[in-house]
């Protein structure tokens, strides 16, 4: 089985390549999702900001953790700093407050469901793409078997295979998407 290194542990380990293949995946989304709240100079310094601080604090990073969760977070919470920051000799009232409050937890990664469904949207791009790069009758088993549900028996005689080959390319399929997926999940 091949030994297959996180992006997060490489960037742990110092590889300067790892990392700058961390901030060509996320950047441009981490700038639209900070342009939510900041203007487009501030979020390119914020942004600045918390990929100097992963860079930084490499040795810190947790391997268990989504790198991409991460960056979210803190753009999040660095916007909120520079929010705050811009009015600090003026007392907001409390009906302005609230609104800056609600504002705040629209665009939280963590409660907002625009957000969740980009999150949960990228992964089935992740899960269709792993699907795609099976061998073709690996794919075809699979689909037929999972996606539309059709028992084993019916696909062997649909693709004229025995029983034993249909397991097999399921068996293969799902050791093949565990595997990619795990992968890709750990580059996250």
Known sequence: MENVISLAE???????????????????SLRNYGRS???????EDIIQDVFLNV?????????????KAYLFRSVYNSALNV?????PDQKLSDYQQEIENIRCQYY???SNDVIQYLYNNDIKIRIDAAIES???????????????DMPS?????????SLS?????????LKQLREKLRRNSEEF
């Open 165 to 173: 080959t249909v397991q097999n390319h399921t068996y293969n399929a």
């Open 10 to 28: 490489r960037i742990k380990g110092g590889d300067r390549a790892a990392f700058n293949e961390l901030y060509l995946l996320h950047y441009s």
């Open 83 to 87: 929010l705050k920051k811009k009015q």
């Open 37 to 43: 709240f900041l203007s487009a100079t501030e979020t």
């Open 134 to 148: 099976l061998p073709p009758k690996c794919k075809e088993v699979f689909i037929l078997s999972y996606l539309e």
């Open 108 to 110: 939280d990664p963590d």
């Open 153 to 161: 028996k019916d696909i062997s005689k649909k693709l004229a295979v």
């Open 55 to 67: 860079w930084l604090h490499k040795e810190n990073i947790d391997e268990n953790l989504s790198l």
